[in-house]
């Protein structure tokens, strides 16, 4: 009953930004009591935690992206953003969105299993 989709990837040159967006339909809006978050995979690499905001509106960032990436929600949208700057050719990845429902906030935010609805992911390539 609750769909993610993510949208806004595509190919930028290092040093670039980019925008994504996840879509979320069903039950679950921004105003919800979830966890939501980004995770990222890079081919024959594990999926990874980039971003997390929970319901309190508190976020957490990976070491590598800190300082560069931006989660936010659009409550008008009900969206979940990930605004990326300063790209590096290692952010190049299969960005999947998450949600993790009921969360009144993160506890350990990079625990795939917690997440309850996974989006089908988006392709970000950064070349040098």
């Known amino acids: 009953q609750v769909q993610l989709v993510e949208s806004g990837g595509g190919s930028v040159q290092a040093g670039g930004s980019l925008s994504l967006s996840c879509a979320a339909s069903?039950?679950?809006?921004?105003?919800?009591?979830?966890?939501l978050a980004w995770f990222r995979q890079a081919p024959d690499k594990e999926r990874e935690g980039v971003a997390a905001?929970?319901?309190?509106?508190?976020?957490r960032y990976a070491d590598s992206v800190k300082g560069r990436f931006t989660i936010s929600k659009d409550y008008g949208k009900n969206t979940l953003n990930l605004r990326m700057n300063s790209l590096k050719p290692e952010d190049t990845a299969m960005y999947y969105c998450?949600?993790?429902?009921?969360?009144?906030?993160?506890?350990?935010?990079?625990?795939?299993?917690?997440?309850?609805?996974w989006g089908q992911g988006t392709q970000v390539t950064v070349s040098s």
């Open positions: 905001i929970d319901s309190t509106d508190t976020t």
């Open positions: 069903g039950y679950i809006t921004m105003t919800s009591l979830s966890c």
């Open positions: 998450a949600g993790q429902f009921p969360c009144s906030a993160l506890t350990d935010a990079w625990a795939r299993k917690r997440y309850n609805y």
